[in-house]
């Protein structure tokens, strides 16, 4: 490829901008042929004067197509809006893909641990719309629509599909939430009906599903929910697998793309430089896989797999950051990855 691709780079609040930094030194490293565009979100635009979520950084998502996002900073109980929720519902980023896995060289209880978690992106209860109804009494309201959960339960079946996966299941509590989440149930079927009959799934109430997922991990493949469900159940999935510096994700929708870690911007430990950067990093690597599948641009998959080859030797020979048991700090544990590149 002659020509850099442009890609959004986001670095977000807290320990963004040292991931940020470092996951694109070893993009460079391995020669991803990328351009960065660098915009603001969050606490890092209000700082400059912006606004938390800068319509130029949103039209610049638009532009390009394809983003890559450190975490921002949302205020508990008051305040703006989360920077993430907003740039998902203005962008249609309706899904959210995240693949947790175990690392050779990252020990944890489960062994060969290999799900991907399809999140509902938009709606469910993060639709933000809170009223206080009478003073002492606030209602948060929980948003299912027809289109919503019928484009998400198409995607889980594409993605099983398309990646060679084995089995659909979807996490719900439709038998307290009988209208809501019914709904989410009802599109599961009628798309898996309609379009992808032959792809096995199963449903499960989901207090049931978590306490069997952390009994034994490796007897789910691709797992399936509603928004809400999906964040706790990400973190949750994170912690089998080594914790948030691990877990990498995708916010998708039908024309943009935006790569972000699970994690958020872990205020206790930023500006220490101690942050594991590997998490946006493999957020990296699935942008440069998604980019090589939109532009069929070789080059792109051979930097994702020397990348990927390179942090997976770097930690069989046990170089990690602090959160893996390791003493390489955010700078050292990059130029490690990088060292390993082939
Ligand atoms: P968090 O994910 O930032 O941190 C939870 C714990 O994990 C902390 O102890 C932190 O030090 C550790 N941790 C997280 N990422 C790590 C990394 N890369 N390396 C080493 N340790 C890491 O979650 P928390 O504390 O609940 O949220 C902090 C802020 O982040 C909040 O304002 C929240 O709204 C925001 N957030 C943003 C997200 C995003 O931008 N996509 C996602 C989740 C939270």
Redesign the pocket.
């Known amino acids: 490829m002659s020509s850099q691709f442009p890609v959004v780079v986001i670095p ?1 609040d ?2 963004g901008p040292e ?1 940020t930094k470092a996951t694109l030194k070893v993009l460079d490293a391995a020669g991803a042929p990328l351009e960065y565009i660098e915009k603001q979100a969050g606490l890092a635009a209000l700082e400059q004067g912006d606004d938390v979520m800068p319509q130029d950084t949103v039209d610049s998502v638009r532009k390009h197509h394809v983003a890559l ?1 450190g ?6 109980g008051k305040g703006f809006t ?3 929720v907003q740039l998902r519902k203005k962008l249609h980023l309706f899904a959210a893909i995240r693949p947790v896995r175990s690392l050779e060289g990252v020990p944890t209880r489960f062994e060969n641990v290999d799900l991907v978690i399809v999140r509902e992106n938009t709606e469910g209860l993060y639709s933000g719309i809170e009223n206080e109804v009478a003073p002492g009494i606030v209602t948060s309201l929980k948003v299912a629509t027809e289109n919503g959960t019928e484009r998400i339960a198409r995607r889980a079946f594409q993605y099983i599909q398309n990646r060679d996966r084995k089995h659909l299941t979807v996490f719900h509590k439709a038998n307290i939430m009988k209208m809501s989440d019914g709904l989410f149930l009802k599109s599961v079927e009628k798309i898996h009906g309609a379009e992808f009959p032959s792809l096995p799934y199963d449903t499960q109430i989901i207090d049931a599903g978590c306490m069997k997922l952390v009994q034994d991990p490796t007897k789910y493949d691709v797992l399936l929910m509603e928004n809400f469900y999906g964040d706790v159940v990400s973190d949750l999935a994170a912690g089998l697998v080594g ?3 691990v877990v990498p994700g995708s916010n998708i929708g039908h024309e943009d793309a935006v790569f ?10 930023a500006g220490k430089g ?4 590997l ?1 946006l990093l493999m957020s990296g690597v699935m942008m440069l896989n998604h980019l090589n599948e939109t532009t069929g641009e070789q080059s792109f998959k051979d930097a994702a797999e020397n990348i990927k080859a390179a942090y997976n030797k770097t930690l069989a020979d046990d170089q990690k ?3 893996l048991g390791g003493s390489l700090s955010t700078d050292q544990f990059a130029d490690a990855i990088i060292k390993r590149l082939a």
Not at 71 to 76: G, H, K
Not at 274 to 277: E, F, G, L, S, V
Request: with cysteine; hydrophobic share 35%; proline share 11%.
């Open positions: 977000g807290g320990i991931v996002k975490p921002c900073t949302t205020p508990v989360s920077v993430n914790g948030l510096g972000e870690a699970v994690h958020g911007s872990a205020p206790d430990i101690i942050a594991n950067p998490a950051t602090g959160d």
